[in-house]
């Protein structure tokens, strides 16, 4: 019953350096979303995808790319990192419908230096 | 469009204490109502949900009631403990593939 997996669980990164952030779930859902939160603030959506073979832009998607790869699994991915990029993200997935939230995996803390 | 207004943090309570955390939305539709935990260095858990007017959501001694006449699905639990110490989201869905968030609560609990 392992609902959201995200990896890594840490990372440092230097300035301009590139990584993926990979997450999976087995919930069999059909949405899967990528969110960042700074210290002290709320949310922000970077990218969602509503389906398999489908990916949206969110509020903050600027220096982000995604990956929808299959059904279970939705990476996000850091071209060129920047010290703004610093952050906690979450990974999270849905039902389709109204009535279901969001299952959330325990975060990426991501230092860029 | 949806929006989900918070009470500002943070609530700083004695174990056993009252809580209340106020959360007011706008909403074209009929939403659903959620309330998410936030333990240190952890990820988002579902508290508890509402999907119509009316409606109480209830977990781990947490209500909350759908009032649809004041838009407003607000938290409360009748004796908190120190292990209650997180931050406290408001959220709503309102037939989109997405929730709408607040912008959080911090709850301190002191011994």
């Known amino acids: 019953n392992a609902g959201v997996t995200q990896t890594p669980k840490f990372q440092v990164l230097k300035t301009g350096q590139s990584m993926t952030l990979q997450c999976a779930q087995d919930?069999?859902?059909?949405?899967m979303y990528w969110y960042r939160q700074d210290p002290g603030m709320g949310l922000r959506l970077i990218y969602y995808s509503a389906s398999e073979g489908t990916t949206d832009k969110g509020e903050v998607p600027n220096g982000y790319n995604v990956s929808r790869l299959n059904k279970r699994e939705f990476s996000l991915r850091l071209e060129s990192a920047a010290p703004s990029q610093t952050s906690v993200y979450f990974c999270a997935s849905r039902e389709t419908g109204q009535g279901y939230g969001y299952t959330f995996g325990s975060g990426t803390r991501l230092t860029v230096v | 469009g949806d929006s989900v207004t918070q009470m500002e943090g943070p609530v700083t309570l004695s174990e056993e204490a009252f809580l209340t955390i106020n959360c007011t939305y706008t909403?074209?539709?009929?939403?659903?109502l959620f309330w998410y935990v936030q333990y240190p260095g952890e990820g988002l858990q579902l508290l508890l949900k509402a999907t119509k007017a009316d409606d109480k959501g209830s977990n781990k001694g947490f209500e909350a009631t759908y009032r649809k006449e004041t838009t407003s699905f607000h938290l409360e639990k009748g004796s908190v403990q120190v292990s209650d110490s997180a931050v406290y989201f408001c959220a709503l869905n309102d037939a989109g593939n997405m929730l709408t968030f607040g912008g959080g609560t911090r709850l301190m609990v002191k011994p």
């Open positions: 909403a074209t539709g009929y939403p659903s």
């Open positions: 919930m069999n859902h059909n949405s």
